[in-house]
């Protein structure tokens, strides 16, 4: 019987659910913010004696707001709310992808700028 209710209710939770449309622009802006302050940043906070990694996690941090900003306008962190409630194991996983990813950007930018200098 419960599954019956839920089978019910899935087409009711999909209207619920629909995407607001994503401006583009103003996801690519976000994106150019994001890697302009990683490239700052790693030139800035890189003394050229630590570990590229080291300096890398700092760079991270130092960039998380323009990347949250650019994840929120992409409408993934809405999406990702709703799935919390309902798979928090897939969305953890989730998250440790975007915080590999968001490290491994920043590695490449203090190594592009080691490179560079």
């Not at 009711?12 to 995407?19: D, P, V, Y």
């Not at 003394?47 to 994840?71: F, H, I, N």
């Not at 919390?84 to 975007?98: C, I």
């Amino acid at each position: 019987m419960r599954k019956l209710w839920i089978i019910a209710f899935l087409p009711l939770m999909a209207c619920a659910t629909e995407e607001a449309p994503v401006d583009q622009s103003a996801v690519n802006a976000a994106q150019q913010a994001w890697f302009a302050c990683l490239k700052t940043k790693a030139v800035s906070e890189d003394d050229g004696r630590s570990d590229a990694g080291t300096v890398a996690m700092a760079v991270k941090g130092l960039c998380e707001p323009q990347y949250r900003q650019m994840w929120a306008l992409t409408g993934l962190a809405a999406r990702a709310d709703r799935v919390r409630s309902y798979d928090p194991m897939t969305v953890a996983l989730e998250e440790q992808k975007q915080e590999q990813f968001q490290l491994q950007l920043a590695t490449d930018a203090v190594l592009l700028a080691r490179r560079r200098k």
